[in-house]
């Protein structure tokens, strides 16, 4: 895996952004990669817009995904799709909420870990880091329906794919 | 070795807990804050001061008494803690003081993007900056040995990336048994009269010529090597950018940005074709290293504004002045829907106030749909800027004039402003109206000396705001729930505004995202309480 992997999350404020770019660069370190994150909080529970960076491969410098170089945008709000996309490369695959219906899942609150499943379908990493990642992240109670989300993603990109 | 994924501001409070810093103490400012928190949370002893200049004399004196101390604050912080920066720099410490301030290019959460690497210029004292999170770490333990050897205040850069960004930390902790505190009287070092502070100014001169000597040495910066084409000086996260800009690049990365190791950097230079300083803000390194004869080129001067980021900075070694790309451009932060300030923004709109501001998550009061806010500077100049209109302005308007303060602001700086309102007080009276949400919300819900809790939401000494109005001697001071009962307080401050007297309302009702917890804190205090009065019954 020579290649640094870009990818962008995306939301409002209290969609779980942050927790899930988390969850993914602590799925990337546990697989023994470099990775870095990057994001802007402060404002972010006012509201407004939400996005971080992380970028895994052998070595990462910067912390922040280049304009027009993430491999993967995931977005968690509809309203976000159009605002980020300029971000995405050409050919760089985007992941929208509508990925996974709300009906697939126990709790909506879990959107963030259901398209992380998603993105994990397109990732050369192993599904035990991130299922070790989701479980170290949230509160126990939190575990069973979050593991059930992150599985439900993951259908939903290999069937979309397919 | 254990990895470890932190943010800048975590693996500062890692080091610092390993390093035995005694103390750490700050004002909470974003993209700082959440180093004394990690630093509380490891098991060190963290506290909120009211404020950054209180902050540093309280690590002053730790530092005096020969403890490792930590001092941490958002840029424009150190402005607040300048005074007693610039003649400690003089003074020196008998331990280590490492004044963390976080800079925000870009002002992502702030009011300026100041550069604070001109404050180590201006007050004579080296600084370290680190790019990333491992730097950070490692930096922090260079900083308190810097520190500790020349008895120096040192300071320590971070910026909002390097501050929130997390990378792989390893935790390698090297050895250093931290001195146990202990007081020496030192007269002529310390009491900075003037007899004593000539001498001490030259001991600081000289000083910064011996940790010179040991950057030109090879100290705090490293080399990446690449080619002879293209060299690039670079410090903090523009380093990062740089390397994967010109990956065929030689870099001089730089970790200690002042005094800056000159000679390093002019061999450096001599060995590529061009060499181009990259830097986030002012051009600092730039001016530095062409005002010793360097050869170097700046940036452009369009990026002196914002952050750099690797699109950015090719864009800097091809010369591109061409307008860049709009940003990314998403849904701006607002005043959350159930915010207690909502109707306090809808009577101040309907009375056609003229509102000098403050600085906290209340600002948000400019926006759609109230504007109704026409000033914000800095902390606490709400108070003397309504006051200053209140002196000039027509009766008419003179009479519509209005402070608008939030609780950890008006404790950070309001309490002057009060004074200066009853020694010179305008004649058409004034009206401050203090915004109480029971905590520092914009920066996240850290406590304050308000509040009544300390940084890890223990019991403690109390400040009452009306109860600090009312012994300055203004006349009229109610505290209210605007929320709760609108009309009235909008009728209130409609009689206060034309009253011709000194008013403070309090409207006070907690923040809503820091309510629950509030009660939590609150019931595990009155639990506390019921157990110390147990006992006490039981030892009688």
Known sequence: MGKVVNVVLAGLGGQGVIKASDILADAALRAGLDVKKAEIHGMSQRGGSVSSDVRFGDEVLSPMVPRGEADFLVVLSPSEVAVTRSLLRDGGRLIPPDLVPEAALQNKRSLNVALLGALSHYLDLPESAFLEAVRAALPERLHAVNEHAFAQGKACAARSHA | ?540
């Open chain 2, 1 to 540: 070795m254990e990895r470890k994924l932190l943010s800048g501001d975590e693996a500062v409070a890692l080091a610092a807990r390993e390093a035995g810093v005694v103390l750490g103490t700050g004002y909470p400012g974003t993209p700082s804050t959440e180093i004394l928190e990690a630093f509380a949370a490891l098991g060190g002893r963290a506290q909120w001061a009211p404020n950054e200049k209180v902050a540093l004399e309280v690590g002053l004196g730790a530092a005096y008494g020969r403890a490792r101390t930590l001092v941490t604050m958002k840029h424009v912080g150190l402005n607040v803690a300048a005074d007693p920066l610039f003649t400690a720099a003089y003074t020196g410490v008998s331990g280590a003081l490492v004044v963390v301030s976080a800079d925000d290019p870009g002002m992502a959460s702030s009011q300026n993007e100041q550069d604070n690497r001109r404050y180590a210029v201006a007050a004579g004292l080296p600084m370290l900056e680190p790019a990333d999170a491992q730097e950070a770490y490692d930096l922090f333990f260079e900083a308190v040995a810097l520190s500790e050897r020349f008895k120096l205040p040192v300071l320590f850069r971070m910026t909002t990336r390097v501050c929130h960004s997390k990378s792989v930390v390893r935790a390698e902790r090297p050895e250093s048994a931290p001195p146990a505190p202990h007081f020496e009287r030192d007269v002529q070092g310390r009491v900075m009269i003037p007899a004593f502070a000539r001498p001490a100014h030259r001991r600081l001169r000289q000083k910064l010529d011996e940790i010179r000597a040991a950057a030109e040495d090879g100290a705090y910066s490293f080399t990446r090597p690449g080619g002879t084409e293209l060299g690039i000086i670079a410090s903090g996260v523009s380093f990062l950018h740089a390397a994967e800009a010109a990956p065929g690049a030689s870099i001089l990365k730089l970790g200690l940005v002042h005094p800056l190791p000159l000679e390093r950097a002019r061999a450096f230079a001599a060995g590529v074709k061009r060499c181009v300083v990259i830097e986030e803000g002012d051009p600092v390194v730039a001016e530095a290293l062409r005002a010793a004869g360097v050869r170097v080129e700046s940036k452009p001067e369009m990026y002196r504004f914002g952050e750099l980021d690797v699109a950015r900075v090719r864009r800097i070694l091809e010369g591109d002045r061409s307008p860049e790309p709009p940003p990314v451009k998403g849904k701006p932060p607002e005043l959350c829907p159930a915010c207690p300030y909502h109707p306090v923004y809808a009577a101040i709109r309907r009375l056609g106030c003229i509102v000098a501001g403050d600085i906290g998550c209340y600002t948000l009061g400019v926006l759609d749909p109230y504007q109704a806010m026409d000033t914000c500077v800095a902390m606490g100049a709400s108070i003397g800027v309504g006051l200053g209109l209140r002196h000039v302005l027509p009766p008419e308007q003179a009479q519509k004039v209005i402070s608008v303060i939030g609780d950890s602001t008006f404790v950070h700086s309001g309490v002057s402003g009060l004074i200066e309102a009853v020694y010179n007080p305008p004649p058409s009276g004034h009206v401050v109206l203090v915004l109480d949400n029971g905590t520092t919300a914009m920066t996240g819900q850290q406590e304050h000396p308000g509040t009544g809790r300390t940084l890890e939401h223990a019991p403690t000494g109390k400040m009452s705001i009306e109860g600090v109005a009312r012994a300055l001697g203004f006349s009229s001071v109610t505290v209210l729930d605007a929320f709760d009962d609108p009309a009235a307080f909008e009728k209130l401050l409609a009689e206060r505004l034309g009253a011709r007297e000194l008013s403070l309302i309090v409207a006070r009702r907690p923040c809503v995202l820091a309510a629950a917890d509030i009660r939590k804190w609150e019931k595990q205090a009155a639990e506390r309480r019921t157990a110390d009065v147990c006992r006490a019954g039981v030892e009688e």
